[in-house]
């Protein structure tokens, strides 16, 4: 018995390709020449949430979320220059949660009599997507989120968190069950929740932001400093949250310090440096503080470093700093501004009298000796006093605190 062929046998009943659209599961959409729509199936009217010709002659940009707007409008452009498009993936405005994952192609039928248009298939990837991101195993998944290193939190649109890995309790000693329905705010150390609102309004208004932040740490000894980086997902049809990373730096707020320390401070000694007495002297001749200004210098100190070397030299120049910062007010300001010389700032001192005495009290405790690895050595200092005046800067008080010491080390005659 012959086979009947499908094309040419009667008797086989072919369906109605109008039919087939209509049953079609995928998303068809037919745009004019301007990306209008002039067509939408069933299933796009059921996943879009249009009622039937809602659609007529709205845009097709009016159906895809902002942030894809972009690409939908290249693409578009790429149809009309061949025949089939390139597949991109884009959001569709659908109803609650508003918008869901799609593979779009676009077919350029303009020419096509009875098309005349551009057609688009449109497929929903947003179950696929939830199960790609789990890895086909949404336990083992959990688990690699709930070992990361860095912190991990979904927030609702509100700020509140709705799910934390287990890195939050392992820096911040929070468990989880305490962090969840409560806002990221309360989670910071107390005066620092106000950055972390505003963060989160940021990045509902940009799409991201960053913020460091002081957590209290559910232990009590002391606050975490916290790196966040938020990105709002929440249009996204998957994650439907913000989502919030956050690196414990720790290490490097410690670096930070001590770069800034090394910035403003002597290396050796640990007394500030000229720019951080400069800038401290500029401030307090602002703000009409009386002070006085102690130039030292160091006698005898070169021979010392020739004869026995820097490193005894050094050790020296250690003590000498100790010395001066125990001879001066808790509030006062010692530096070092160079090899062998350093500048006091000696606050609520306003007579000149007063002034003489601290630097003669400075040049005797200077003047003891030394026990460093050598045995003991002995030095000397000459040390000008200066009293600001109304009209004073802080270089006129420096070169007459200068002008006051080398006038004191021709006295002494050294």
């Known amino acids: 018995m012959e086979r009947a062929h499908l094309n040419g046998d009667a008797s086989i009943n072919r369906p109605d390709p109008a039919l087939l659209v209509e049953a079609s599961l ?10 209008r729509v002039t067509y939408v199936n069933p299933a796009g009217e059921q996943v879009l949430g249009q009622r039937p010709g809602e659609y007529l002659g709205r845009s097709m940009l009016d159906y895809l979320h902002p942030d894809d707007a972009m690409l939908g409008i290249s693409s578009m452009e790429t149809i009309r220059t061949k025949t089939v498009g390139t597949p991109i993936e ?8 508003h918008w869901r994952w799609f593979e779009v192609i676009g077919r350029n039928c303009l020419d096509v ?4 248009g551009i057609v688009l298939g449109a497929r929903d990837l947003t179950e696929r997507r939830m199960w790609e991101i789990s890895a086909n195993d949404v336990a083992r998944f ?14 609702d649109a509100e700020g509140t968190i ?7 309790t392992r820096t911040l000693g929070v468990d989880p069950s305490i962090a969840i329905g409560r806002h990221l705010g309360d989670l910071a150390a107390p005066g620092h929740a106000r950055p972390l609102h505003d963060a989160i309004a940021r990045a509902d208004a940009t799409g991201s932001a960053t913020v460091e932040i002081p957590m209290r740490s559910a232990r009590g000894d002391h606050d975490v400093p916290v790196r966040f980086e938020i990105v709002d997902l929440l249009d996204d049809p998957v994650v439907h949250s913000f989502v919030v990373t956050g690196q414990d730096v720790s290490d490097l707020d410690a670096a930070r310090r001590h770069l800034e320390h090394l910035a403003t401070h002597d290396a050796l000694t640990g007394l500030s440096n000229r720019s951080l007495l400069e800038e401290r002297l500029t401030r307090l001749i602002e703000a009409r503080r009386p002070l006085a200004l102690l130039y030292v210098d160091l006698d005898r100190f070169k021979p010392v470093n020739d004869t026995h070397g820097h490193e005894v030299g050094d050790e020296v120049l250690q003590a000498v700093a ?22 006091v ?26 026990a460093v690895r050598v045995g003991s050595v002995c030095i000397g200092a000459s040390v000008g006093a200066v009293v600001s005046w109304p ?23 050294v």
């Open 345 to 370: 700032i000696a606050l609520s001192i306003a007579d000149r009298a007063t002034a003489v005495s601290l630097a003669g009290r400075i040049e005797s405790v200077l003047g003891e000796p030394y």
């Open 142 to 155: 959990q688990q690699i989120l709930h070992h990361a290193a860095a912190i991990v939190l979904s927030l």
């Open 26 to 35: 995928d998303i068809l959409f037919v745009l004019d020449a301007d990306g």
């Open 391 to 413: 009209t004073a800067t802080a270089a006129a008080l420096l070169a007459q605190a200068d002008l006051a010491m080398y006038a004191a080390k021709t006295t002494r005659g």
């Open 162 to 168: 709705t799910g934390v890995n287990g890195a939050l």
């Open 113 to 116: 009599p009875g098309i005349n």
């Open 90 to 97: 884009v959001r569709l405005t659908a109803p609650p949660p």
């Open 322 to 343: 100790g010395r001066l910062t125990a001879s001066v007010g808790d509030g006062d300001l010692v530096a070092r501004v160079g090899g062998d010389e350093f500048v």
